[in-house]
Protein backbone atom coordinates (compact mmCIF):
# COMPACT_ATOMS: atom_id res chain seq x y z
CA UNK A 1 0.00 0.00 0.00
CA UNK A 2 1.00 3.45 -0.57
CA UNK A 3 1.84 6.04 1.94
CA UNK A 4 -1.07 9.25 1.50
CA UNK A 5 1.03 11.33 0.42
CA UNK A 6 1.28 11.11 -3.86
CA UNK A 7 4.05 9.98 -5.07
CA UNK A 8 5.67 8.44 -1.85
CA UNK A 9 6.20 4.50 -1.73
CA UNK A 10 5.58 2.53 0.65
CA UNK A 11 9.14 2.76 2.65
CA UNK A 12 8.77 6.30 3.09
CA UNK A 13 11.50 7.51 0.39
CA UNK A 14 10.22 10.25 -1.46
CA UNK A 15 9.63 10.29 -5.26
CA UNK A 16 11.74 11.86 -7.51
CA UNK A 17 9.25 14.59 -8.16
CA UNK A 18 6.90 16.30 -5.96
CA UNK A 19 3.06 16.20 -6.89
CA UNK A 20 4.15 20.58 -7.79
CA UNK A 21 6.96 20.20 -10.02
CA UNK A 22 4.44 17.51 -12.04
CA UNK A 23 1.74 19.71 -12.12
CA UNK A 24 0.83 21.06 -15.65
CA UNK A 25 -1.89 23.76 -16.04
CA UNK A 26 -4.55 22.75 -18.77
CA UNK A 27 -4.82 24.98 -21.50
CA UNK A 28 -7.37 27.82 -20.06
CA UNK A 29 -8.95 31.48 -21.43
CA UNK A 30 -10.09 33.76 -18.95
CA UNK A 31 -12.42 36.32 -20.15
CA UNK A 32 -13.77 39.46 -18.21
CA UNK A 33 -14.95 43.10 -19.16
CA UNK A 34 -13.25 46.42 -17.71
CA UNK A 35 -16.80 47.69 -16.50
CA UNK A 36 -17.95 44.04 -14.79
CA UNK A 37 -19.34 46.13 -11.61
CA UNK A 38 -19.82 42.88 -9.69
CA UNK A 39 -16.52 40.77 -10.30
CA UNK A 40 -13.95 43.47 -10.73
CA UNK A 41 -11.41 42.25 -13.16
CA UNK A 42 -8.44 42.44 -11.85
CA UNK A 43 -9.29 38.92 -9.90
CA UNK A 44 -8.76 37.45 -13.84
CA UNK A 45 -5.91 39.67 -13.91
CA UNK A 46 -4.40 38.63 -11.32
CA UNK A 47 -5.09 34.88 -11.87
CA UNK A 48 -3.09 34.72 -14.89
CA UNK A 49 -0.49 37.17 -13.56
CA UNK A 50 -0.30 34.30 -10.80
CA UNK A 51 -0.24 31.29 -13.91
CA UNK A 52 2.71 33.15 -15.89
CA UNK A 53 4.37 33.96 -12.85
CA UNK A 54 4.18 31.14 -10.73
CA UNK A 55 4.33 28.03 -13.75
CA UNK A 56 6.92 27.72 -16.35
CA UNK A 57 6.52 27.93 -20.02
CA UNK A 58 6.15 24.59 -19.90
CA UNK A 59 3.52 23.92 -17.45
CA UNK A 60 1.66 26.99 -18.56
CA UNK A 61 1.86 26.62 -22.40
CA UNK A 62 -1.75 28.36 -23.21
CA UNK A 63 -2.81 30.67 -21.14
CA UNK A 64 -4.94 32.89 -22.97
CA UNK A 65 -6.72 36.45 -21.59
CA UNK A 66 -9.48 38.73 -22.91
CA UNK A 67 -10.84 41.89 -21.88
CA UNK A 68 -13.82 43.34 -23.51
CA UNK A 69 -13.50 47.86 -22.15
CA UNK A 70 -17.60 47.47 -22.72
CA UNK A 71 -19.95 45.71 -21.27
CA UNK A 72 -20.43 44.43 -17.46
CA UNK A 73 -21.13 41.36 -15.88
CA UNK A 74 -22.08 39.09 -18.80
CA UNK A 75 -18.61 40.70 -20.57
CA UNK A 76 -20.45 42.37 -23.77
CA UNK A 77 -22.43 45.56 -24.21
CA UNK A 78 -24.60 44.25 -26.95
CA UNK A 79 -25.17 41.39 -29.13
CA UNK A 80 -22.61 42.00 -31.66
CA UNK A 81 -20.07 42.14 -28.40
CA UNK A 82 -21.69 38.63 -27.07
CA UNK A 83 -21.38 36.78 -30.75
CA UNK A 84 -17.73 37.87 -30.51
CA UNK A 85 -16.85 36.72 -27.08
CA UNK A 86 -18.38 33.34 -27.84
CA UNK A 87 -16.80 33.05 -31.26
CA UNK A 88 -13.10 33.49 -29.29
CA UNK A 89 -14.66 30.93 -26.85
CA UNK A 90 -15.58 28.25 -29.26
CA UNK A 91 -12.20 28.90 -31.30
CA UNK A 92 -10.26 27.92 -28.01
CA UNK A 93 -12.22 25.17 -27.12
CA UNK A 94 -12.03 23.71 -30.47
CA UNK A 95 -7.95 24.38 -30.50
CA UNK A 96 -7.80 23.26 -27.51
CA UNK A 97 -9.44 19.43 -28.50
CA UNK A 98 -7.58 20.06 -31.17
CA UNK A 99 -11.08 19.85 -33.71
CA UNK A 100 -9.55 22.28 -36.26
CA UNK A 101 -6.82 20.14 -37.61
CA UNK A 102 -4.08 22.39 -38.38
CA UNK A 103 -4.70 24.93 -35.54
CA UNK A 104 -1.97 24.71 -32.29
CA UNK A 105 -2.22 25.71 -28.98
Do not use: I
Not at 42 to 66: F, Q
Not at 81 to 103: N, S
Amino acid sequence: HQDLEEGTPQGGRAAAESPEERWVCPKVLFTTSTRDDRVHPGHARKMVCSLLEEAPPSAAPRVVYWENTEGGHGGAADNKQRAHMWALTYEFLAKALGVDGDATL
